[in-house]
Structure formats: structure tokens, C-alpha cells
């Protein structure tokens, strides 16, 4: 069985930084839109493993690499 941790905000998770770099700049995405995004996701319970499946939904859907 995998150990997830649950979170209550993606500032909690160290690699948020570097994939909310990279959507601001892959995206050209604004403050304002990624803490519209931050607030979508925290509005649901998440966990590590649901974050790992985010950051790769994101790279497939938008064709682009988030080093983590």
C-alpha cells in the first residue's frame, strides 16, 4: 500500500512552485488565473498521489514538461 499524505493547500507542496512557475510561463497564464486554478483544486480534497496525477494531466493536455 502507497502512503499519501492529505493537503489542505498546494503551498504546502514543495514542487507547487515549480509547476505553477511553469504554467506561468509555458501558458502565458497571469497571478490571477493561477489563484483561480489554486482555488478549483483546494476546493476538493487532494492528497500526493492526486497531485502527482494533476501535474501529469497537465503535461499531456497542455504538451508540456513540469520539473518536479
Sequence with gaps: M?????FRKLEEIPE???VRQT??????LDEL????????IESKP????DFV?????LEQAFGIS???
Design 2 to 6: 502507497v502512503a499519501t499524505r492529505r
Design 16 to 18: 507547487w512552485e515549480a
Design 23 to 28: 504554467l506561468m510561463e509555458k501558458l502565458s
Design 33 to 40: 488565473q493561477i489563484r483561480q486554478i489554486e482555488a478549483q
Design 46 to 49: 487532494f492528497d500526493s498521489l
Design 53 to 57: 496525477e494533476l501535474v501529469m494531466s
Design 66 to 68: 513540469i520539473p518536479l
